[in-house]
């Protein structure tokens, strides 16, 4: 019952991999659809031709839709470093899937129920998962990461607070993938404090 439970377990998580990755690609492709003309590269660098229409206040004051073209990392960190990002990309996968391996080791060699830590674990791997590969999809085929959602567009420090720098809130457009990867990675660190560790062999016998 043990091996069922945690093969039905790694189903659900390898699912929730492919919808999540599928989400983040159509929001992508969409995006690009609607906000982009053509795109040019100068110098290495890509610069997008806009549609007439090429934003759209989804929910005014607290997020917009548009179309940036993200050399870097999540949230627009490091630009211009692709062939790092791909390495670290195809590192990450591997590790992701080694996760996924222990993980199910370790709930087969326990001869018990699969707890709600580990169904969550996996299901945060799976999402770290799709994060990751929708990121590199974007980095091989079209050379940089299509971003989409601003958050708290035009909002700056001082708007809360007068003695603030006047620097807008939150400046990074992000898309799907990255919100995947955001949450994925405060789900395992919050996993990590409050999962107890397990019993060692000599103490259960």
Request: with cysteine; net charge neutral.
């Amino acid at each position: 019952m043990a091996n069922v439970s945690v093969r039905s377990s790694l189903l659900v998580a390898l699912v929730v991999a492919v919808v999540a990755l599928a989400g983040d690609l159509v929001v992508k492709a969409v995006a690009w659809e609607h906000f982009v003309s053509f795109e040019t590269w100068v110098d290495g660098r890509v610069v997008l031709d806009p549609r007439p229409m090429s934003h759209v206040e989804a929910l005014p004051g607290l997020l917009d839709l548009t179309a940036v073209a993200n050399q870097g990392a999540a949230m627009g960190l490091g630009q211009g470093k692709r062939p790092l990002f791909l390495v670290v990309g195809v590192v990450a996968c591997i590790a992701l899937a080694f996760f996924f391996w222990h993980s199910v080791r370790t709930d087969k060699r326990s001869g018990g129920p699969v707890l709600w830590q580990s169904r969550l674990y996996r299901f945060t791997l799976a999402m770290l998962l799709a994060g990751v590969v929708g990121n590199l999809y974007d980095r091989l085929h079209h050379g940089y990461v299509r971003d989409m959602f601003h958050m708290l567009p035009g909002m700056r420090w001082t708007d809360i607070a007068g003695s603030l720098p006047d620097r807008e809130v939150f400046p990074w457009v992000f898309n799907l993938a990255d919100v995947y990867l955001c949450v994925g990675v405060g789900v395992i660190l919050v996993l990590g404090l409050i999962t107890p560790d397990p019993e060692p062999a000599e103490a259960k016998e």
